[in-house]
């Protein structure tokens, strides 16, 4: 990690305050991109310190987005910290079960079963090129499989050197806390962000076992940028209804307070969000994603804001009056 980073510690790996969430550098989730300008994002993502890089099997066609991230990392291994999840890219001839979510598709397809686990690390790790993944984590909680379950199998590839840290993410406090007993949980993550608060009982668990909070969205799925006015073609916040066109004139208006502070800080509403999300808990961290270097150094810049308690007290007053419209995925 590059000088001048802040550090925090989900359980007991040390990862940057803000990292990497690369999502976004997949065709189909914000619209086209190429390969090119993807790694160019992640380049610049590693070179702002910013090395906790978050991927997914289910990101992109045929695991396009690891195979990508592990591309980008080549040469650089040693620092960075490479998340990944499974369970939503099933396998061809399994089944998978329903996990309604709150997103126009209605649903996601999980299939979590034990005797799958394995074969999941091992597509994962082929396809980022490594020999080792240092935070796994079960991507949504099969609803038709025990928990521990699960994870008793992704214990198994701790064991066996293919993975180096577990993580659940989107569980409940009650998952939490069955899982952890199977086996320690070094990661949680869920959405938390300015427009959508983290589960009480879910941070609280994870206060209690000792677990950290790895933020996903914490910027709104771009909103919290302050310039999301309207959507281009091929762009899936289509089907959320926080973007839907009334909705997000609506929450534009009453988002205007903290663009204002923002403004009167001198600091871009994005780095606004992050550094006030970074104040919720000193186990919490955030994987904000860009495709654009400036605004990841941007983001990246804003582990390194304090925020005074003056400027929090009008931040809560702000949100208290920001009533959202529409739900997000969970």
């Known amino acids: 990690m590059i000088e001048g980073m ?41 070179d702002a310190g910013a090395v906790h890089v978050d991927t997914s099997d289910a990101y992109g066609a045929d695991g396009h987005n690891e195979r990508l991230v592990g591309r980008a990392v080549r040469g650089r291994r040693e620092e960075v910290v490479v998340a990944t999840k499974f369970g939503l890219a099933v396998p061809e001839g399994e089944s998978a079960r329903s996990f309604p979510v709150g997103y126009s598709f209605g649903e996601l397809r999980v299939n979590g079963e034990a005797r799958l686990v394995r074969r999941y690390a091992e597509r994962s790790l082929a396809n980022l090129g490594i020999d080792v993944i240092d935070l796994y984590y079960a991507h949504y909680p099969d609803p038709g499989v025990p928990i521990e379950e699960t994870v008793g199998a992704m214990a198994a590839l701790v064991d066996d050197g ?79 209804p926080r973007f839907s066109a009334g909705n997000l004139a609506a929450n534009n208006d009453r988002y205007a307070p903290i663009r204002d502070l923002a403004v009167d800080l001198g600091i871009t509403p994005a780095q606004l969000a992050l550094a006030w999300l970074l104040h919720q808990d000193e186990h919490v961290v955030a994987i904000p994603g860009s495709r654009t270097p400036d605004h990841i150094r941007e983001n990246a810049a804003a582990a390194g804001f304090a925020l005074h308690g003056d400027t929090l007290a009008r931040i809560d007053q702000a949100l208290a009056g920001f009533e959202v419209s529409g739900g997000t995925l969970l």
Do not use: C
């Not at 803000?18 to 090119?36: N, Q, R």
């Not at 293919?162 to 406090?173: F, I, K, P």
């Open 6 to 46: 802040r550090t925090r510690e989900l359980g007991n790996l040390k990862v940057p305050a803000i990292g990497f969430g690369a999502m976004v550098l997949s065709p189909g989730m914000y619209g086209d991109i190429d390969d090119d300008r993807a790694e160019r994002a992640i380049g610049a993502a590693l």
């Open 162 to 240: 293919l993975v180096r840290h577990l993580g659940l993410s989107n569980v409940t406090a009650e998952q939490l806390r069955r899982a952890h007993a199977v086996h320690p949980i070094t990661a949680v993550q869920n959405e938390w962000s300015m427009w959508r608060p983290i589960d009480a009982g879910l941070l609280a668990a994870a206060r209690e076992l000792g677990v950290g909070v790895v933020a996903w969205s914490p910027l709104g799925n771009g909103f919290l940028t302050g310039s999301v006015r309207s959507l281009g073609e091929g762009d899936f916040r289509h089907n959320a």
